[in-house]
């Protein structure tokens, strides 16, 4: 099999030494230099074991290509992008994470002085430079330096403690129980911070920070049952778990049931519009629940490709007050414009503190939907021929190309499209019941 690299407007990610090479991170590395321009450019990781080396390669890079390049260390992905977003002479950021990928793979994740991905026109210029062999390189009389930075955790934190939706003193008067699990990666250290910061009583399990990801890197319901233990052998309120590099955040009840991650995102929504009314920004692949959400506040609503920078953009654009993506990913553009797993868990707890209710009983008052989600491999699949499929089969839907193909109807919809992550097909349903969403991704299996 090739080696697979995977390129998008996600960053540049595959299995290390196997497709992600020395090579290939020292030639987008130096492509990047030339999107954002020399200068400081801030390096933070997750914890998997080929952070180190690969973070060594790319700050010597960085320097060799004419930066300063500040190594943060083990930092959570929103972390990266507050400190990015703090520091006046920052010309960038590169966070080293696969994210929910397993823990052979390792990416570069490009961000620009904003602390905001790169954008699909800049990130197809620095394609096109390393696809033309475009390298510049600087003699040894301009080469750069790599440099220590600071510990970025306690302006994370000050940052989300400050905002007005987040009820600090009636957390700390509550004083709520919290089972956190860091899955051992970039939240191992500022998550038990964060908490203890809020006045919870903290529980912290998966939190030696080698990047094994002992229960797997997503955290998906299946995934949780160490956390649902762990919060019924503590009495906790409620579970907190997070992906690798903390962008996204997954919930379990008081009685130790995962809420799944699209009840993250809802549980933000409602929370944030009670405070502060506006938009709402979701991607295509994300849960009605949201979509109800704002129609009940009688806000403006949106959806976007997926991919964390098409949200952020529409959202900045339209000035919404709250979005993001149904895995888990919740975005305030006024604390900075990217998917945050801590900001999500602090605006969790505000909402739970606030109301005086258990988990399981806000979940309950959310629309209710199932969602089915299936995937397929590349090899011998057509999309476009799977596309025209479904669009005759279901000629009575409502369509949407921007990102494959989404079908939908006033209770349902089907996606069907290429991930920016991995080498597969997706296709998500959703409808009132499963066995409504199980037939629409029966259909999209039949066509691929």
Same mark, same amino acid.
């Given at each position: 099999?090739?080696?697979?690299?995977?390129?998008?407007?996600?960053?540049?990610?595959?299995?290390?030494?196997?497709?992600?090479?020395?090579?290939?991170?020292?030639?987008?590395?130096?492509?990047?230099?030339? %999107?954002?321009?020399?200068?400081? /450019?801030?390096?933070?990781?997750?914890?998997?074991?080929?952070?180190?080396?690969?973070?060594?390669?790319?700050?010597?890079?960085?320097?060799?290509? $004419?930066?300063?390049?500040? =190594?943060?260390? /083990?930092?959570?992905?929103?972390?990266?992008?507050? &400190?990015?977003?703090?520091?006046?002479?920052?010309? $960038?950021?590169?966070?080293?994470?696969?994210?929910?990928?397993?823990?052979?793979?390792?990416?570069?994740?490009?961000?620009?002085?904003?602390?905001?991905?790169?954008?699909?026109?800049?990130?197809?210029?620095?394609?096109?430079?390393?696809? @033309?062999?475009?390298?510049?390189?600087?003699?040894?009389?301009?080469?750069?330096?790599?440099?220590?930075?600071?510990?970025?955790?306690?302006?994370?934190?000050?940052? /989300?403690?400050?905002?007005?939706?987040?009820?600090?003193?009636?957390?700390?008067?509550?004083?709520?129980?919290?089972?956190?699990?860091?899955?051992?990666?970039?939240?191992?250290?500022?998550?038990?911070?964060?908490? %203890?910061?809020?006045?919870?009583?903290?529980?912290? /399990?998966?939190?030696?920070?080698?990047?094994?990801?002992?229960?797997?890197? +997503?955290?998906? !319901?299946?995934?949780?049952?160490?956390?649902?233990?762990?919060?019924?052998?503590?009495?906790?309120?409620?579970?907190?778990?997070?992906?690798?590099?903390?962008?996204?955040?997954?919930?379990?009840?008081?009685?130790?049931?995962?809420?799944?991650?699209?009840?993250?995102?809802?549980?933000?929504?409602?929370?944030?519009?009670? =405070? @502060?009314?506006?938009?709402?920004?979701?991607?295509?692949?994300?849960?009605?629940?949201?979509?109800?959400?704002?129609?009940? &506040?009688?806000? !403006?609503?949106?959806?976007?490709?997926?991919?964390?920078?098409?949200?952020?953009?529409?959202?900045?654009?339209?000035?919404?007050?709250?979005?993001?993506?149904?895995?888990?990913?919740?975005?305030?553009?006024?604390?900075?414009?990217?998917?945050?797993?801590?900001?999500?868990?602090?605006?969790?707890?505000?909402?739970?503190?606030?109301?005086?209710?258990?988990?399981?009983?806000?979940?309950?008052?959310?629309?209710?939907?199932?969602?089915? =989600?299936?995937?397929?491999?590349?090899?011998?699949?057509?999309?476009?021929?799977?596309?025209? &499929?479904? +669009?005759?089969?279901?000629?009575?839907?409502?369509?949407?190309?921007?990102?494959?193909? @989404?079908?939908?109807?006033?209770?349902?919809?089907?996606?069907? @499209?290429?991930?920016?992550? +991995?080498?597969?097909?997706?296709?998500?349903?959703?409808?009132?019941?499963?066995?409504?969403?199980? %037939?629409?991704?029966?259909?999209?299996?039949?066509?691929?």
């Amino acid at each position: 099999m090739a080696p697979i690299l995977m390129r998008s407007v996600s960053g540049v990610r595959g299995i290390v030494g196997d497709g992600l090479t020395p090579t290939s991170l020292a030639v987008h590395v130096n492509a990047f230099v030339q %999107e954002v321009g020399r200068g400081r /450019i801030l390096v933070g990781r997750d914890a998997r074991d080929s952070g180190p080396l690969v973070e060594d390669l790319v700050c010597a890079t960085l320097a060799l290509s $004419g930066c300063t390049a500040v =190594k943060l260390g /083990i930092s959570s992905t929103p972390t990266v992008e507050m &400190a990015v977003l703090a520091d006046p002479e920052a010309v $960038g950021g590169i966070i080293l994470t696969a994210s929910h990928n397993p823990a052979q793979w390792n990416a570069l994740k490009f961000l620009d002085k904003n602390g905001l991905f790169l954008g699909p026109d800049s990130v197809r210029s620095l394609f096109d430079r390393v696809d @033309r062999d475009d390298l510049r390189w600087v003699p040894h009389t301009e080469m750069g330096r790599v440099i220590q930075g600071q510990d970025a955790d306690d302006l994370h934190i000050d940052a /989300i403690l400050k905002l007005p939706e987040i009820a600090l003193p009636t957390i700390s008067k509550r004083k709520p129980k919290v089972v956190v699990d860091c899955v051992n990666g970039a939240t191992y250290r500022i998550a038990p911070r964060m908490l %203890e910061r809020m006045g919870c009583e903290v529980q912290v /399990i998966h939190a030696t920070p080698d990047g094994t990801f002992p229960r797997g890197a +997503e955290p998906v !319901p299946e995934a949780l049952a160490d956390l649902g233990l762990a919060v019924r052998n503590f009495g906790a309120d409620l579970g907190l778990a997070f992906d690798p590099d903390g962008d996204r955040l997954a919930l379990v009840d008081e009685l130790g049931t995962p809420l799944g991650e699209e009840a993250t995102l809802a549980l933000g929504v409602r929370h944030i519009l009670a =405070k @502060r009314p506006g938009g709402v920004a979701v991607n295509l692949s994300t849960s009605r629940m949201s979509e109800d959400l704002a129609q009940a &506040a009688g806000v !403006p609503f949106q959806r976007t490709p997926v991919g964390e920078i098409h949200v952020a953009k529409a959202m900045l654009a339209a000035n919404d007050v709250v979005g993001g993506e149904g895995n888990g990913g919740l975005i305030l553009p006024h604390l900075h414009p990217g998917r945050d797993g801590l900001l999500a868990a602090a605006v969790v707890l505000s909402l739970l503190s606030e109301s005086g209710r258990k988990l399981s009983e806000l979940a309950a008052t959310l629309p209710r939907y199932a969602m089915v =989600k299936t995937k397929f491999g590349l090899e011998g699949k057509s999309l476009p021929a799977a596309i025209a &499929a479904l +669009e005759t089969r279901f000629a009575d839907a409502q369509k949407d190309v921007r990102d494959g193909l @989404r079908l939908s109807w006033p209770d349902s919809w089907l996606h069907v @499209r290429a991930s920016n992550t +991995e080498p597969i097909l997706r296709a998500i349903a959703e409808a009132p019941t499963e066995e409504r969403a199980r %037939e629409l991704c029966e259909a999209a299996r039949e066509v691929l």
